[in-house]
């Protein structure tokens, strides 16, 4: 009888172990897996119900602000902790609209920070939860450190960090126009993905108005150390942002050309001397 | 004014759009928007009054005014009057009807298909149950081709996709490699790339046409980036089998994505006149998704699945050789669970084989949705059944790059032997020479095709 037993289905690529352990080296994609007729073997199975339960419990951790407020404090600037008109998750998720605005009050806290008719800020920073807030909670701090400073250099006017609870990307757009900043750029977290339940995303919008929309953005997305490092992240930050700068637009039209050229320096302050 | 009455309640709907949008089966992206039906009763009624409605009234009624909207003036400029002769004697109820009768053959639906609009396929959809939308698309044939044949009966064809979080073109190989083992790619290898760069669309083109080219691979290659990337490279001489882009179902919405007719029409020629379909001529790859005109705030106050059909007026204008339902990548404020993503799915797979398209859809939920593989299973069957053009295969069901779950090259593996599908012809014939087949034409690797080794890195091979 016991040649007749099942065996299980790993060996079916036996003679390949070798080279797919190899090759998962290149990738954290599911690449390889044991099979047994054409479905996947028991152990990827579970392996991947894993996955999406922890995804599943990311999209419902809270942001610990006071936390990352003190990993922002090395910056040495000001921040402010701002709320979206979206009061709980469950609001957050099923009304987009509510993320996208402020509340109230948090308008106003801007409001009296705003002065003056001119642009008050070349850049502000602003910084949400989103849908993963493991990620804004690791990646922002750390890819600002690789940002701010080569701009504060570059003589750019910086407004005061801002973090807001339950935002939407185009919460940043409002922001923008409180703080009279000429450019807006949203750190916010990325849909979980299995692999990956950390990842940030990065907008950047020139001039955002109530008329802005997706097209008007150009977006650096899975940053975090195993996608898009932070180094490589305030690189292509930086380039984009001297771009717009000196062309005054951002999105569609405006590609990311960072991996032609290295920052020019001189060019940071709008090619102004 | 249309109207419905239901015991003592007397409904109202003011016009086209509000009554398609009180007739939709529940969705929370309606919800959201403020057009959903108010109660059970409500939907059911104007369902009622649906059904009632001559086919001819969304000749004389836009739900999105002609003078504002390019996507309405296609519409209704390029109506086959002489196609619609046939059912324009009927209502919405009378074309369930039709559909589903014995007298809608395969080639009659063919017939009939320039003849409706977007809008009466979405009516039909939403009066019908999940398995007339089944029955329905599995009679309409829409068969397109580049370098294979793609839509045939009994077929069931894959697009790999092989997206990596930094388009590591190692990493990339490697999840092309073991999708052509598994008998995927048939549709499209298709990368998502992670930036729009265009310096990496044109390495990532350059490094996808190698592939093709080493391996001999009847199939086509496609970079994801934005149209106006692809048109660039085109000018610059990359190889650029097929165009991509997301495209909606207003002007306005394709706006904010950043194109418009014109755009695609001159992306279009310039695909063609590098001649590089071997047997055919379909050079456009388009996506699409319920939801996508309301988050773009250009819904022009329409329900999501109308839009979604008007989507499909877009890419029927440009004779696609894949059009991609991504059914529940958009997240729960628009598909609330795996109920209505089982919907939206079967919906959008029925509204664009009626419209003629070669309709793929990409069965997937993201993290914050209420779905999970289960949901995922049961849609992928239901599309098989129905006779879904292609389906998505990604290594394990799990795209590293966009963060979602989609289908996996064994599910589409699993479905094409529970249900007795096949790769394209031409593919399933380079499949053979390669031995990925068991002595049952099951496609079952057992050891790497001596060529496949072409796609190693250096270290690996």
């Known amino acids: ?273 | 004014m249309y109207a419905a009455t239901v015991g003592a309640s007397r409904y109202l709907f003011p016009d086209l759009k509000a009554l398609l949008a009180k007739a939709t089966p529940a969705r929370s992206g309606d919800a959201l928007a403020g057009l959903g039906a108010a109660s059970g009763e409500e939907r059911v009624a104007a369902q009622f009054a649906l059904a009632d409605l001559p086919l001819t009234t969304f000749l004389n009624e836009t739900v999105v005014p002609y003078e504002k909207d390019e996507v309405t003036r296609l519409i209704v400029d390029r109506h086959d009057r002489d196609a619609f002769a046939a059912i324009a004697h009927l209502t919405v109820g009378g074309l369930r009807d039709f559909l589903l009768s014995d007298q809608a053959t395969t080639p009659v639906l063919t017939e009939l298909a320039g003849g409706l609009t977007p809008e009466m396929a979405a009516a039909v959809t939403k009066i019908s149950r999940l398995q007339d939308l089944m029955v329905i698309a599995a009679k309409c044939t829409v068969v397109t081709s580049f370098r294979n044949t793609i839509g045939l009966p009994g077929r069931l064809s894959v697009r790999l996709q092989p997206n990596h979080p930094t388009d590591d073109p190692r990493g990339i190989a490697a999840s092309i490699l073991d999708g052509l083992l598994l008998g995927a790619g048939d549709a499209v290898i298709g990368i998502n790339p992670a930036t729009d760069s265009p310096e990496r669309t044109y390495a990532l083109l350059s490094m996808l046409d190698d592939i093709r080219g080493k391996l001999d691979i009847p199939t086509q290659t496609c970079v994801l980036a934005h149209v106006t990337t692809t048109l660039d490279l085109i000018k610059r001489g990359a190889p650029v089998d097929l165009v991509f882009q997301s495209i909606a179902g207003t002007e306005a919405a394709n706006r904010s994505f950043g194109i418009n007719l014109g755009l695609l029409a001159e992306a279009r020629e310039a695909a063609l006149s590098l001649k590089r379909g071997t047997i055919g001529t379909d050079v456009m790859y388009f996506e699409t998704g319920q939801g996508s005109a309301l988050s773009a705030n250009a819904h022009h106050g329409v329900d999501q699945q109308t839009l979604e059909a008007r989507a499909y007026a877009v890419a029927r204008a440009f004779s696609p050789l894949l059009v991609n339902s991504v059914v529940g990548f958009i997240g729960p404020e628009y598909l609330f669970d795996g109920k209505q993503i089982t919907r939206a799915g079967l919906e959008d797979h029925c509204c664009g084989k009626l419209l003629g398209l070669p309709m793929g859809v990409d069965v997937c939920y993201t993290n914050h949705a209420e779905a999970d593989q289960d949901d995922a299973d049961a849609l992928l069957a239901l599309l098989t059944a129905a006779n879904v053009n292609f389906v998505m295969g990604v290594p394990g069901a799990d795209d590293v790059m966009l963060g979602y779950q989609s289908t996996s090259f064994h599910d589409a593996l699993a479905m094409r032997d529970l249900l007795g599908r096949k790769a394209a012809p031409e593919f399933e014939t380079w499949l053979a020479r390669h031995g990925l087949f068991d002595d049952k034409h099951r496609i079952r690797p057992r050891e790497l095709p001596a060529d496949f080794r072409a796609l190693l890195p250096p270290a690996a091979a």
């Open chain 1, 1 to 273: 009888m016991s040649q007749d037993k099942f065996v299980a289905s790993p060996t079916t690529r036996t003679p390949d172990v070798d080279l797919w352990s190899q090759l998962r080296r290149l990738t954290a994609a599911r690449i390889g897996l044991p099979r047994t007729g054409a479905s996947l073997a028991t152990a990827p199975l579970l392996d991947f119900r894993l996955a999406h339960a922890q995804a599943r419990d990311a999209v419902h951790a809270v942001l610990d602000v006071s936390a990352l407020m003190v990993a922002l404090q090395p910056l040495g600037l000001p921040a402010l902790t701002l709320a979206s008109a979206a009061a709980d998750k469950h609001s957050f998720l099923m009304r987009p609209d509510l993320g996208r605005r402020l509340t109230v009050e948090s308008r106003g806290t801007l409001t009296a920070r705003a002065t003056g008719n001119a642009a008050c800020y070349d850049i502000v920073f602003v910084i949400s939860d989103g849908l993963s807030a493991r990620a804004v909670q690791s990646h922002a701090a750390p890819t600002l450190r690789e940002t701010v400073p080569v701009l504060a250099a570059a003589g750019w006017r910086i407004a005061p960090l801002v973090i807001v609870r339950h935002g939407r990307v185009a919460i940043g757009d409002q922001i923008a126009g409180e703080l009279r900043a000429d450019c807006v750029i949203m750190l916010i977290g990325e849909r979980p993905g299995l692999s990956a339940p950390d990842s940030m995303g990065a907008y950047i919008t020139w001039r955002p108005d109530e008329g802005t929309s997706d097209a008007d953005r150009n977006c650096i997305s899975n940053i975090r150390p195993d996608g898009i490092g932070y180094n490589e992240a305030g690189f292509k930050l930086v380039h984009m942002l001297q771009a717009i700068k000196a062309r005054r637009i951002s999105g569609v039209q405006l590609k990311d050309e960072s991996d032609l050229k290295a920052i020019d320096p001189a060019a940071l302050n709008g090619g102004q001397p």
